[in-house]
């Protein structure tokens, strides 16, 4: 059977990484977390939600791959679907912040990793500003933590893809994709 890849997706909240993610065709890793519920989103499709406390048992039994604090939530990848479904042969794509992806990089070297930049960064606090999830407040803080990411972004990443029309970035990380599978 076709061995699985694990293909790992970066890129400042508000970039359009879930939506570029959808589209690739893979399995997408549900994480676990800490922070509510927003509008729109489903128990066990966008996350798992948990309580700090749960979140903490969680890390205790080992039973995620990685996690990080992010605006002063616990966010984390549960290890054992994704072991599943790369079994499987599949794509299996995880959709996470860049302390986590470097953690993953440690544990999988194997894995390859993308990171999505915006065009620019006024694009990227009108795209934050419209989705209008996030207070005026919370906006400046991911534009704060966005900046930080970026850097580590350009240094750290196996691949960069900016995400000026999403069809575009789509097709790019489907390249990347099967050159990475060809290199296997
Ligand atoms: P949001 O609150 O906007 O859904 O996610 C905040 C950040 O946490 C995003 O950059 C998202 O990619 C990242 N994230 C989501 N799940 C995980 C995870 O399981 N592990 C890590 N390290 N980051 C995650």
Known sequence: MEKGLYLVISGPSGVGKDTVAKK??????????????????????????????????????????????????????????????????E????????EGAANVKKAIPDAVTVFIMPPSMEELRERLINRKTETAEQ??????????????????YDYIVVNQEIEQAVSDILKIVEEEKKRR
């Open 24 to 89: 690739l065709g893979g399995w997408i890793s549900v994480s676990a977390t800490s922070r509510g519920i927003r509008d729109g989103e489903e128990e066990g499709v966008n996350y798992f939600y948990h309580s700090r406390e749960e979140m903490e048992a969680l890390i205790a039994r080992g039973e995620l791959l990685e996690y990080t604090l992010y605006n002063g939530e616990y966010y984390g990848t549960p290890l054992q679907p994704i072991r599943d479904h790369f079994a499987n042969g």
């Open 91 to 98: 794509l299996v794509i995880l959709v996470i912040e860049v």
């Open 139 to 156: 906006v400046e803080g991911r534009m704060q933590i966005a900046v930080r990411e970026m850097e580590i972004g350009k240094t750290e």
